[in-house]
């Protein structure tokens, strides 16, 4: 029989009926004597702000439909972007006539190509190589509708793109007016600056900031204005790239467009009227919020990024003086002066430490805060339990945050505290807060004698202390886990454990020395395993290049890829090691000789892979199959044998080449070597034979009475010959 249809949570609106009527009922018989105390800290409804004004606007309404392509456009554009994508040009002229091709046949469609699903990845690569013309008309294009296409779900990567690979250009327009010191002739070359499309452009989402920054959509690109109105690097914003792009975003990239990329790496100056409309950005985005849904934002999953930026922006590029302004967003977050117990920004900061997104917020509270407040916030809050922070998942990265700040002092006495609970983290695989207690307790120069004691003991086995423990890896890796490596996100224990070797490995002493000792004990097989794990070579990598490796390290490690070079060079981790080889013989050219022999004998296969190409490439393979003599110079001009002594049979490399650069065969350098032994004998026997007739003169004269006698008066006795 069919089940009744019944809905659902009747049982929850019963229970808000009754109690509704339970408290009209106690209304009625007794009035209250004390008001409840108001709730400090809410969670945010994510609905809320969907459907209710934030900033005094509403929604700003439905989507325009700006029309279809027909198919015949869409398979002219999707054969566009697979031409563009494999970048099959003969050469930059031709790809940039095709561009302009591209870019006839897309006039007055721009809109439509943007909001289409297939074709708005051909709208990206194109801002990926446009023009400083091509880019203002694109600005041009999507004018007077950029409110609604930074909400729609392929445009909004559009203008992203526009932006980000816009902004470089403002900061050339500034240093361009500067070198001429004359202001545009007409109208409409300065209505066309980047500058004031920009500008244009913020005036459009004038009054709608509020809701675009809790957008799905629309916060991503609003992000990314800010971060250009602010000057900071555009890709790696501190290191985040989660703040400014989503984590699931689609890279789009494109052969030639590299330039482009590197440029937004790098800081930018922008002009005044920047920072003037970024003030007013984030005046207007907070504008209708009270300190209570202010807070609530903190733990809403697209509210807070932004507000993460908002308030690193505000602390950062306005100055930390900003935090005494009331109006400023780290005083209507945290009002209380001082912060302590039972008020509502203890409460608040309580309640972001163990949030899965509001700790985000924490870290950046903690990292851009004023000094004083921090220490205030520290010494209230985390001093005392700074060790119990580092066991917790979530809470164990705002404790990293904290250790970055914290003075030589307070960090002795929080690395007591951390040290203690290093067992049960390597036990959890929470090794992230080691990690940075090792790193900054090198910086301020803290004994790290009792973190060496507690991970030898964490991570010892039947050898002592094991790398592979630490690396997670086995002798035998499985044809599954390969694969995994392959197509699946690493562990992140494994990535973890992989960052602590390398952060152990910066450090000089026996902190490092626990690596260098179980690197060299690995043997042949697991060195060959860890070499070709994309996660554990990276640790392999740093030592074998790290300066503080002795000779003897390197050469024992190096030594045990002998006969293996060949595979490793055509592993895409492996191959990584093998230039790393290229540095960590700096010392030890006759070993970068023995290497090189080995990658010469696997030519073919070398040429035949991507990363062989590379290998071959980096180690100057060419020169050396055809000029040996100069690619021995190059190498000892770069390493030298500065500090180490080879074998014998090592020494006189350049004996062992004749004129021309041809290595000697076997016998030549034997009949060298004994010519070189016969010279010295002989050498040697005309030196004695010399002496010899020194002391036969002197004894004649001593015969014939011609030696004074010594000091005591007495002859010396004659010597015979």
Partial sequence: MPKEHKKRGRREEQKKRKRGLEDHSHDSKKPKTSPEPEQQYIPLDHDLFQDEAIDGVTRPGALP???????????????????????????????????????QEAGGKELKIANSQSCSRLMERLILLSTVD???????????????????????????????????????????????????????????????????????????????????????????????????????????????????????????????????????????????????????????????????????????????????????????????????????????????EGTESASFINGLVYDTIGSRLLETIIEFAPGKMFKTIYGEFFKSRIGSLARNEIASYVAGKILERLGKDDLQEAMRQIVDQIPNLVERNRTNTVKTLIERCAVRGVDMIPIKAQLE????????????????????????????????????????????????ISVPGPLGNLIFDSIAKLGAPLSLNVARDPIASRALQAAITSTNATVIFRRKVIQQFYGHIGELALDPAGSRVIDAIWDGTSNLVFIRERIAEE???????????????????????????????????????????????????????????????RHLTAIELARQKHAAAKAEQQKKEKKDSKGLKKDISRTKRELHGKTPPNSKGKEKAPVMA
């Avoid at 500008?199 to 509020?210: A, I, N, P, V, Y």
């Fill in 134 to 340: 091509q880019l203002r008309s694109l600005f041009k294009a999507f004018r007077g509708q950029f409110l609604h296409l930074v909400q729609h779900r392929f445009a909004s990567h559009c203008c992203e793109a526009l932006f980000i690979h816009a902004a470089p250009l403002v900061t050339k327009d500034i240093a361009k007016a500067e070198l001429i010191k004359t202001p545009p002739s007409s109208d409409e070359s300065l209505h066309d600056t980047m500058e004031t499309l920009f500008l244009d452009t913020l005036g459009e989402l004038e009054g709608q900031m509020g809701y675009l920054m809790m957008d799905r959509f629309a916060s991503h690109v609003l992000r990314v204005l800010m971060v250009v109105l602010s000057g900071l690097p555009l890709v790696k914003l501190n290191n985040k790239k989660s703040v400014v792009q989503s984590k699931r975003k689609e890279k789009i990239t494109v052969a030639g467009g590299e330039r482009a990329i590197e440029a937004t790496l790098e800081k930018r100056i922008v002009p005044q009227s920047f920072v003037d409309a970024l003030e007013k950005v984030i005046e207007d985005s907070l504008a209708g919020l009270d300190s209570k849904y202010l807070r609530a934002l903190a733990t809403h999953q697209t509210g807070n990024p932004t507000l993460q930026l908002l308030l690193q922006l505000e602390l950062s590029h306005f100055g930390k003086t900003r935090a005494k302004d009331e109006k400023s967003i780290i005083h209507r977050l945290l009002p209380d002066d001082p912060i302590v």
């Fill in 599 to 661: 990658l010469a004998e696997n030519e073919a296969s070398l040429r035949e892979s991507y990363v062989g190409r590379a290998v071959w490439k980096n180690w100057q393979m060419d020169l050396y199959k055809r000029r040996r003599g100069e690619w021995i110079k190059v190498s000892k001009k770069e390493g030298g044998n500065d500090g180490f002594q080879p074998f014998p049979e090592d020494i006189g490399d350049d004996r062992r080449l004749h004129k021309n650069g």
């Fill in 457 to 504: 003991l964490a991570y010892s086995g039947s050898n002592g202390f094991e790398i592979t423990r630490m690396l997670k890896l086995t002798e035998s890796p499985s044809e599954d886990s390969k694969l995994d490596t392959k197509h699946m996100q690493p562990p992140p224990e494994k990535v973890h454990g992989s960052l602590l070797a390398q952060a152990m």
């Fill in 65 to 103: 439909f700006y029309g279809m392509l027909t198919e015949d456009e869409q398979e002219y554009f999707r054969k566009a972007d697979e031409m563009l994508e494999l970048n099959q040009f003969a050469d930059p002229e031709e790809r940039s006539l095709f561009l302009e091709n591209v870019y």
